[in-house]
């Protein structure tokens, strides 16, 4: 039975690392068919801690605007120093680039094409322009709109980030809806007026480290997949 | 049989207004269906003649950055004064989104989806993200990523949106071919060290005012229409 919400969302932004792609599994994967001597599992998290870091340097104004292609970048040489590995110039750009080509969870595309026939679906990642384009070509994510931190050159939970999405399609905070696993980055879309969806992903961070999926009852909904807020939603 | 052309192009970028969607020929159909007592064609030209002047407005500084649905809105006000006719608030919104419902040419859709297997297909228009979104979503245009004068907050031809791609997706200028009607937007393209293709739209304007689609040697491509071009990129 959907659920009755008013004002009724017309716009679904996504969150997309973790929410929509399974960036942990995807990148243990790579790691592997590289055969790096690397723990992956390790590997993987410590590239996706960094990430935090790096982008506060950007919103602290430590560094100029600067992309996630160039963060990760960053990153992973201090990674591949950490972790003693050396790789070539070559190589290093074809990792970088892996954060391209992550695989979606399994129940995303099918239920991004249920929400797609009654709303407007759209991106809302730190993700820069380039990455998410590449990745919904491989994926297949049929995205009506990319957005991007890059679009509003303001890192979420920048408030520019969710008011930018109302400001594009021209409708009111309350009629966008940020779907997310992160209930960080819902709190921050919440603070700015737009409805938020909560998305079980228990398993982003892999097996060996736990994450919290326990609901808040600050969201509008809270969901055990993409498919379930597709149900909830009418579609 | 495919051109092979060096480098090989891996981003299409398109013009979209009078290249992929026919502006004359929706707006005429719009304009009838609200049986407004103008003249369909000469209402859709004057709507279109003033896009420039206002786009230039922007460009000159006299305006402040300004999105084209409030440029459209402007230039239907002073239409609407100019041939008489009084419309509502909520009819004047209605028939300024027409912009948002244009039709695509009969070859687009096909074309697009051919052209999509091989290339990164995006647009480069200075049409709003929020416009373009909902024309790429009424007409089943499947781009892989839209871009717009909104993205690199300066319209066409200035050179920082013709770079803008190449910058969005990592690639050299020349790795860009922009896919247009018109040649000075060719032109401008080509100064940033673009490909370019044109495309014949003869019927742009209508029947009513005639455009030239003769070659110039300059451009990269001359296609009779987007389906051959596919066909000489090897889709």
Redesign the interface.
């Known amino acids: 039975m959907p659920i009755d919400l008013t004002p009724a969302p017309r716009i679904l932004a996504f969150d997309v690392f973790g929410t929509v792609v399974d960036w942990h599994g995807s990148l243990c994967r790579e790691i592997a068919a590289l055969e790096l001597p690397v723990d992956a599992n390790a590997f993987a998290l410590a590239w996706r801690d960094g990430y935090r870091p790096a982008m506060q340097r950007v919103r602290s104004g430590q560094l100029p605007w600067t992309r996630i ?1 160039a963060l990760h970048r960053m990153i992973l040489d201090q990674i591949l120093h950490r972790f003693g590995v050396d790789l070539d110039e070559a190589a290093r750009r074809h990792l970088n680039l892996a954060w391209h080509r992550l695989h979606p969870w399994p129940d995303t595309v099918q239920a991004l094409t249920r929400l797609k026939t009654r709303f ?1 679906i ?1 991106t809302l990642s730190n993700g ?3 990455l ?3 990745m ?2 491989n994926a297949g994510l049929p995205w ?4 991007s931190a ?2 509003f050159r303001a890192y979420k939970p920048d408030p520019a980030t969710y008011l930018g999405v109302a400001d ?3 409708v009111a905070p309350a009629e966008v809806m940020l779907v997310a696993a992160h209930q960080d980055d819902l709190a921050a879309a919440r603070d700015c007026g737009l409805q938020t969806a909560f998305i079980e992903r228990p398993l982003e961070y892999g097996p060996s480290r736990s994450n919290d999926v326990s609901p808040n009852p600050a969201n509008t909904l809270h969901a055990a997949s993409l498919m379930e807020l597709a149900a909830m939603l009418g579609c």
Chains 1, 2 share one sequence.
């Open positions: 292609d407007t759209c820069n322009l380039g998410l384009t590449d919904a070509k009506d709109c990319i957005l890059e679009v594009v399609f021209d």
